[in-house]
């Protein structure tokens, strides 16, 4: 008996630590310290916010990019300044290329400020713009262990030219990108995403990848990732068996690397605007809720061919907590900067 409880557990460690990416996205944390906030561990003890990730078990730290943003926030500068703080800290760098000036998203993904719209001029920007960034962040001493060319691209990237109207333009444009971080100076060589949102929708992903590879420019030698963001609070359809499905079918499709690139669950959500999925239902809005919710998520990646990680959506930006949602909260820090019990998933992942 003891010989088989004792196998049965090392099972279910192996499975609750099979991810190598475990991370969270914390481009805000620069933003929210010069508005005035900090950070407390769950002992009340101040602390900058790496060390407090780096101790809860994370151990990769996203961050997005922006070309030129207004006010510089997010721009190349400010990320090669956030990834020297992770780097002494012992965490990995996740880069997020948005190629945009601000937000790219499904329903923005607008070419930044000066940038020509001609594909071939475009695509020849992309790729200069990215080998340069590249070659800073090696300049700099940073190797990311993760790129991503461009940001929940479903409807595109860099429109109108590299719309979902022309999928050939968005295998161009992909192909340039990759090859800028090939071409560069990084001594590591990064491994390459495609990031997509709606992870929970195959029908979508089959679509779009089946589209974009079929053009020509862009072949699955370019990338080594397909990422995904899954949230379950925009959609009943996005349901924990649906995501897995998806990612299963991907993963054995075209052999990449999985990852959920981002994820969020409600500590607060009174009127969320749309129904939550049925097998979420019985998950409460809470740190403990929060912590069962990322250890489901985490088990579906890690039991997936080439399951590699989850990353939390900006867990620390206090001045946003709904982070975009119609739920009050979806941080992993209680107001004004203490941190939740949740935020330790990571040890378990």
Known sequence: MLAHLFIGLTSFTAVQAALTYKGVDWSSVTVE??????????????????????????????????????????????????????????????IDFHYSDTWADPAHQAIPSGWPTDI????????????????????????????????????????????????????QLLHSAASGIKDSNLSTQPRIMIHLDNGWDWNTQKYWYESALGEGPLT???????????????NSAATLANLKTSL????????????????????????????????VKSIPFS???????????????????????IFYWEPAW???????????????????GKELSSLDVFKSI
């Open 33 to 94: 310290e010069k508005a005035g906030i900090s950070y407390t561990t769950t002992s009340g003890t101040t602390e900058p916010l790496e060390n407090i990730l780096a101790e809860s078990g994370v151990n990769t730290v996203r961050q997005r990019v922006w070309v030129n943003p207004q006010d510089g926030n997010y721009n190349l500068d400010y990320n090669l300044k956030l990834a020297q703080r992770a780097k002494a800290a012992g965490l990995d760098v996740y």
């Open 220 to 234: 699955t030698s370019d990338f080594d990732m397909m990422g995904v963001s899954y949230y379950p609070f925009y």
């Open 248 to 279: 299963t079918n991907m993963a054995n499709t075209w052999g990449k690397e999985i990852v959920v690139a981002e994820v969020n669950w409600p500590t607060e959500c009174t009127s969320p605007a749309y129904e939550f999925p049925s097998d």
């Open 120 to 171: 071939d001029d475009l695509a020849w920007k992309l790729y200069n713009y990215t080998l340069d960034a590249s070659n800073q962040f090696a300049s700099a001493g940073i190797s990311p262990t993760i790129i991503s060319i461009g940001n929940e691209i479903r409807a595109g990237l860099l429109l109108p030219t590299g719309s979902t109207s022309n999928f050939y333009n968005i295998a």
């Open 318 to 336: 206090m001045d946003n907590a709904g982070l975009g949602s119609s739920c009050e909260s979806n941080t992993m820090f209680s107001w004004p």
């Open 287 to 309: 740190a403990a809720g929060q912590t069962t919710f990322i250890q489901d998520v985490a088990n579906i990646v890690a039991g997936v061919k080439n399951g590699a990680g």
